[in-house]
Nanobody, 120 residues
Framework: VQLQASGGGLVQAGDSLRLSCAAS????????MGWFRQAPGKEREFVAD????????YYADSVKGRFTISRDNAKNSVYLQMNSLKPEDTAVYYC??????????????WGQGTQVTVSS
């Protein structure tokens, strides 16, 4: 599976952005999909994941209530809608795919990152 993330950019605090991740491969719908982020000088951290069916989503506490993850298996895509962005959301965001929960398991596949910068 190859993952291609897009949608990052420079926004102001309080704005919204929608990240997209397009996946290649016919087995997309069998994977848990998710997003991680890495801020400068910090370790990569889990942001959110969604089950293969899209029925279950999990979020890091720092983004709960502001971010929404979704997927469209017909389009081999996963999305991250980010609302009420804060400067501390500034990071490179990575799309990921795995066989189990990405909160506790290690992703099998990573996409390239997309930069999100939130100015105050």
């Amino acid at each position: 599976v190859q993952l291609q993330a897009s949608g990052g950019g420079l926004v102001q605090a309080g704005d919204s952005l929608r990240l997209s991740c397009a996946a290649s491969g016919r087995t997309f719908s069998s994977y848990v999909m998710g997003w991680f982020r890495q801020a400068p000088g910090k370790e990569r951290e889990f942001v959110a994941d969604v089950s293969w069916s899209g029925s279950s989503q999990y979020y890091a506490d720092s983004v709960k209530g502001r971010f929404t993850i979704s997927r469209d298996n017909a389009k081999n895509s996963v999305y991250l809608q980010m609302n009420s962005l804060k400067p501390e959301d500034t990071a490179v965001y990575y799309c990921a795919a795995g066989d189990v929960s990405l909160r506790t398991g290690f992703p099998r596949y990573w996409g390239q990152g997309t930069q999100v910068t939130v100015s105050s």
